[in-house]
């Protein structure tokens, strides 16, 4: 099978230098290329990163391309950034992978198998690798009740507990530290990753995101990433835990890239009859089940298009062309 597949090393330097750690994730990524059968490519992005980190890495590991965004950026931006970049470069890939920094992909074939299963399986919007720590399948999921109130080892039990990958249900969420999108959700949404967020919450729309294209979010049942938490640290540039401490009402929902409130764009009267729902493992912003089908496919053409122009940054709000990048 022919194929083509764009992996993004998402990295941040504001808080910590961990130009010495990196290469320990990256032989991992360099290590998926001896099983993969097509064009792989990888791009180092970078934000405000230490004066010597990039160069030191490309030295280390020179078949990797690499982009230093030098402006304060969400990492929802510059991995969209990274990924328009390379398309711009090499074309379109078949999916883009999103590797936190602190995502240790174990498994030397996991790549080649992940894209293998979305190219058969074109229900597949967004794929994620299992999670083995800071997963939030429990909680955001909702599931694992038994010994504990948060149970993730059960949680993960009752996901694959009939031997196939775990479709997530609308609505329901988790975190994705290695997570694989289609090049159909690009193509419609002209980005990956929804960039309105400064800080958390991004995966609470995941599903809405992939089921208003007619699509999935998928998690793999066969390969799960190691996870060392806070390698570079959550969300540096914009300070979550400031935030949540002066705005308690709303805790870190509320805090978007632009500074507005992301509110309005989930609690309008529209947006709820077409079937939005944001933070539902909170109970922030619950959606209307009957605007989805049994396939947890939506049954409208209004919400793809809602989502594309509010929960993905308008160019009058941020122009991804004025990004302080370099490419090395």
Known sequence: MSKKSLLVYNICGIKKDNTDIYPFFMNAIRNQYKNFNGELRTIVS??????????TLKKQFPEFDYIHVSDNLTVNITFNNAILKSVQKYGEFDNYTYIAADALIEQDNAIEEMTNNMLNNKNIGMYSAQIDQDNCYAYGLKLGGGRHIIDDER???EMFKDG??????VGRACAAHVNMYSNDLFKFYARCCPDIFASYCTESIFTFVVSAIQKHWVICKDYCIKHYPSLDGPSCGFDPEKYKIENPKTGAYDHSFTGESIMPIFENEYARSIGIGYEE???IVMHDPSQFDSNNFC?????KEYIKNNLYLAKNKFNYNNIACEIL
Not at 46 to 55: E, F, I, P, V
Not at 164 to 169: A, M, Q, T
């Open 164 to 169: 196939n990958d775990y479709i997530v249900p």
């Open 299 to 303: 049954i409208n053409s209004e919400l």
């Open 281 to 283: 493992c909170a109970g």
């Open 155 to 157: 949680a993960r039990y």
């Open 46 to 55: 970078g934000c405000r990163m230490r004066k010597n980190t990039m160069s």
